[in-house]
């Protein structure tokens, strides 16, 4: 920052460039609760990720691409947690994006994730609840008719519904009892994933016939079936590669940062909440995923996969072929479903609050800056929570939750999409790469890690360098071979749309400040908020 900056910034703190000298916000986390939220957002989906990998990317080898994964979650993890050490306040890349790289751009990041996580995503997590989990659940427990009926439209937003109002409250409530949830779920989720790798380990080398006892169907009926239908046992690289982005959105722990500025202890935090939270993350995916292969056989679970996404061929009657039913298939054990139905709908039950916090932290940042007006960033001196930003946040997830449950299938394809994430993450990633030489000030007050280097290069920028390859790896792929990560002219717009909106309405705040406030709120992203 230069001193004519900094001149002009300390005139400017009689108008208060900022909403106020501190954010209000108290260091309530613990180094679990930054662990947990980041947990929380990916660990379910290690159950489900071959089966629609299989069929939304022909030719795929799924257990190669989280391999592939592995190293960049690692390199991910150190970008965005080091910078989160760097600039440790609360509202995630939003706050060292527009630091670092440029205000509109960082914004646009923010922008642009929140409408594919808060809105997209969030409304295809909670159908996922009332529609997957919850019937199975109902089912397991021998109310067969209930579960139909929750699974209806009207249904399925009545419930998602009480969830989000359910989980918005936990969210303002004190601290507490958020840790306790997570304690809770985590607990369950440990149980519920060592029982399915338990039953799947115990059936290895005979596998084949406990799932013709269990099933009726023919084990060795399913590869020339799949065949018959248009599988290709082979693996097709390009495919392999665009399935490392398309995993990279839902597997990559990085939620935890969302509350740098209210966790104690902030750099053990951000490594629990980051890297060791993708190291965990990753060994348990990789763990199910080859235990599984190994017990039913690579090409088998894949052409049963292929037939269950792509083809009205797959055995009428049969569990679908997630993980955890692979497991039921084969254990046959009335008592053990209804065991791991719970800690499914558990786990998944963990995902809300997680979003939760990634929306509302996002949304205050903003309006700490002044992009949204100043009572926005409220915070409640009973609960310490910004609870504007969550009951917004509430109010994003239901309209998520209508797109998904009336939208017709458009929400659905475009969360699985790796768009966003590519734009998203190289946002981040050349934060990662010029941080140590554009926000030199910060790097070098930042604690003794986040300035490690290899031989006379700091290793943030080494990371971003290989996080923003990846991106860009993927990009290419998809360009060149649209027909395993399709997009709709009309999702393209929309993706085109939003950037155009997001980026309007950031100068539109910026010269009404100007011309209003007197407040050039162009030198607010010269500092970081205060605490």
């Known amino acids: 920052m230069a001193v004519g900056d900094v001149l002009e910034f300390c005139s400017m703190t009689a108008k208060q460039v900022f909403v106020r000298e501190a954010t209000g916000l108290v260091r309530e986390f613990s180094w679990f609760d930054a662990f947990a939220i980041g947990w929380n957002s990916t660990i379910i989906f290690s159950l489900f990720l071959v089966q629609p990998a299989v069929g939304l990317f022909p030719g795929t080898n799924p257990l190669l691409a989280l391999l592939i994964l592995f190293p960049i979650a690692m390199f991910y993890s150190i970008n965005y947690g080091w910078l989160a050490m760097m600039m440790p306040r609360s509202g995630g890349d939003y706050i060292f994006n ?44 021998g ?10 439209p009207n249904w399925v937003f009545g419930l998602g519904m009480i969830i989000i109002v359910v989980f918005g409250l936990l969210n303002i409530f004190p601290r507490k009892f958020l840790s306790r949830f997570f304690q809770a779920t985590i607990g369950a989720s440990i149980v519920g994933g060592a029982l399915i790798l338990a039953i799947i380990l115990s059936n290895i ?32 690289l390009p495919a392999t590669i665009l399935t490392v982005g398309w995993m990279g959105i839902t597997v990559l722990a990085g939620v935890g940062i969302f509350v740098a500025g209210e966790v104690k202890d902030v750099k053990k935090s951000m490594l629990w909440a980051t890297v060791w939270a993708n190291v965990i993350v990753m060994v348990v995916y990789i763990g199910f995923m080859a235990v599984t292969y190994v017990a039913t056989g690579y090409t088998w679970y894949n052409a049963l996969s292929w037939l269950y996404v792509n083809t009205n061929a797959y055995p009428a009657g049969m569990m679908t072929p997630q993980i955890n039913n692979i ?17 499914m709908f558990c786990s998944l039950l963990t995902i809300p609050p997680a979003n939760y916090i990634l929306a509302s932290r996002y949304t ?34 239901t309209c998520g939750l209508a797109l998904s449950v009336w939208g017709g299938g458009f929400l659905s ?23 140590p030489y554009k926000a030199k000030r910060f790097f070098e007050a930042a604690p003794s890690i986040v300035r490690a280097r290899v031989g006379p290069v700091p290793l943030l920028t080494i990371s971003g360098i290989i996080f923003l390859a990846f991106n860009l790896v993927i990009a290419a792929v998809a360009a060149l071979y649209p027909s395993v990560n399709p997009l709709s002219a009309a999702q393209a717009w929309f993706i085109v749309g939003s950037a155009i909106l997001g980026l309007a309405f950031f100068y539109a705040v910026k010269y009404y400040r100007l011309k209003k406030d007197g407040l050039d709120i162009g030198l607010i992203y010269k500092e970081i908020p205060p605490e």
Request: charge should be positive; glycine fraction near 8%.
């Open 413 to 435: 394809s475009w969360v699985s999409g790796s768009w966003i994430f590519i734009i998203w993450g190289s946002i981040g990633a050349v934060a990662g790469i010029i941080a």
């Open 205 to 236: 080398g005979r596998f084949p016939q406990a799932f013709e006892a269990s099933t009726g169907v023919k084990y060795e009926s399913i590869l020339p079936l799949a065949i018959k239908n248009g599988f290709n046992p082979g693996t097709n």
């Open 327 to 343: 497991a039921l298939m084969i254990a046959n054990m009335p008592a053990l479903n209804i065991l791991i139905a719970i800690t």
């Open 98 to 141: 527009t630091r670092i790289v440029h205000p509109a751009i960082g914004f646009l990041g923010s922008w642009l994730f929140i409408i594919a996580s808060a809105i997209f995503g969030m409304g295809v997590i909670l159908t996922l609840l009332v529609t997957w989990t919850l019937p199975w659940l109902l089912s397991s427990l």
């Open 364 to 397: 205050f940042a903003w309006a700490f800056d002044r992009l949204l007006p100043a009572r926005y960033a409220d915070v409640s001196e009973r609960f310490h929570q910004p609870l504007i930003p969550t009951i917004v946040s509430g109010v994003l997830f």
């Open 143 to 152: 109310l067969s008719a209930l579960a139909s009926t929750v699974t209806q």
